[in-house]
């Protein structure tokens, strides 16, 4: 397989064509972005870190019978991809009341929530991503009704397989977010990446932040907690 020319560069990946129009090869980067990219730093070893993890979890989803874009681990920074095309929504699982969350609706952040809820933001930065009805998917052409069901679906049974992943390795998995991907025949693909970049991950025991949290608030260094993410993860593989 070989790497082509850049197709598109994001905060935290950069994608490349290949000779295989159905692949592309991704880069893993080292830059951390928080408040929509008002917050930017270059922090080392976590592209690496975040690779390593995704690739984890993308190939256990595979093992469950969950459908997703990932082929293969290249290297620390690099995997290897199906080419879907992107639809614009963040689709976001929560179990337990925080974040945005918390905020909006003045609940104390860590409350359980009686069943995981589903919420759709639509992706747009110049909008700073808003929060978005099923209505609004619908009559803005971004998904057919049965897609979103789809979507919905897909999302919870990805959270019902990482509760009991994170589980295990003594971890709540308090929400994440996800997004999905078309094939070239239509068929819905579970993409980009799950990491502690994209889920509140808190240990079971203390509650410590072991997510990107650390990050956005300013509680330390993430690479340490990555790390530790990232260790149980692998522990738990070769156990
Ligand atoms: N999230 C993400 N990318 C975003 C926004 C949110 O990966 O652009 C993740 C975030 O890590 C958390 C979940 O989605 O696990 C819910 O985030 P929330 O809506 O609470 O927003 P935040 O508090 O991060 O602004």
């Given at each position: 397989?070989?790497?082509?020319?850049?197709?598109?560069?994001?905060?935290?990946?950069?994608l490349?064509?290949?000779?295989?129009?159905?692949?592309?090869?991704?880069?893993?980067?080292?830059?951390?972005?928080?408040?929509?990219?008002?917050?930017?730093?270059?922090?080392?070893?976590?592209?690496?870190?975040?690779?390593?993890?995704?690739?984890?979890?993308?190939?256990?989803?595979?093992?469950?019978?969950?459908?997703?874009?990932?082929?293969?681990?290249?290297?620390?920074?690099?995997?290897?991809?199906?080419?879907?095309e992107?639809?614009?929504?963040?689709?976001?699982?929560?179990?337990?009341?925080?974040?945005?969350?918390?905020?909006?609706?003045?609940?104390?952040?860590?409350?359980?929530?009686k069943?995981?809820?589903?919420?759709?933001?639509?992706?747009?930065?110049?909008?700073?991503?808003?929060?978005?009805?099923?209505?609004?998917?619908?009559?803005?052409?971004?998904?057919?009704?049965?897609?979103?069901?789809?979507?919905?679906q897909?999302?919870?049974?990805?959270n019902?397989?990482?509760?009991?992943?994170?589980?295990?390795?003594?971890?709540?998995?308090?929400?994440?977010?996800?997004?999905?991907?078309?094939?070239?025949?239509?068929?819905?693909?579970?993409?980009?990446?799950?990491?502690?970049?994209?889920?509140?991950?808190?240990?079971?025991?203390?509650?410590?932040?072991?997510?990107?949290?650390?990050?956005?608030?300013d509680?330390?260094?993430?690479?340490?907690?990555?790390?530790?993410?990232?260790?149980?993860?692998?522990?738990?593989?070769?156990?």
């Amino acid at each position: 397989m070989k790497k082509e020319a850049l197709l598109y560069e994001g905060k935290a990946k950069q994608l490349f064509k290949t000779d295989d129009p159905k692949v592309v090869w991704v880069e893993y980067l080292n830059q951390a972005t928080a408040l929509n990219g008002a917050k930017k730093d270059q922090i080392a070893g976590k592209g690496e870190l975040n690779n390593q993890i995704t690739s984890l979890i993308f190939s256990y989803l595979h093992e469950v019978g969950i459908d997703n874009h990932f082929i293969k681990q290249l290297s620390e920074t690099e995997q290897l991809i199906r080419s879907v095309e992107i639809i614009p929504l963040e689709v976001v699982v929560r179990n337990v009341a925080a974040g945005s969350f918390a905020k909006r609706l003045a609940i104390t952040e860590g409350t359980p929530l009686k069943f995981p809820i589903v919420e759709f933001y639509f992706k747009n930065d110049a909008l700073d991503d808003p929060m978005i009805t099923e209505d609004h998917i619908k009559v803005l052409d971004i998904a057919t009704a049965e897609e979103i069901e789809t979507l919905r679906q897909m999302a919870l049974d990805v959270n019902e397989a990482l509760k009991k992943l994170f589980t295990e390795i003594k971890i709540k998995l308090v929400d994440f977010k996800l997004e999905f991907g078309r094939t070239e025949t239509g068929e819905i693909l579970l993409a980009d990446e799950v990491s502690p970049d994209t889920c509140r991950l808190w240990d079971l025991t203390t509650n410590d932040h072991l997510d990107k949290d650390i990050y956005r608030r300013d509680l330390g260094d993430i690479i340490p907690v990555y790390q530790e993410v990232y260790n149980r993860l692998n522990q738990r593989k070769g156990a």
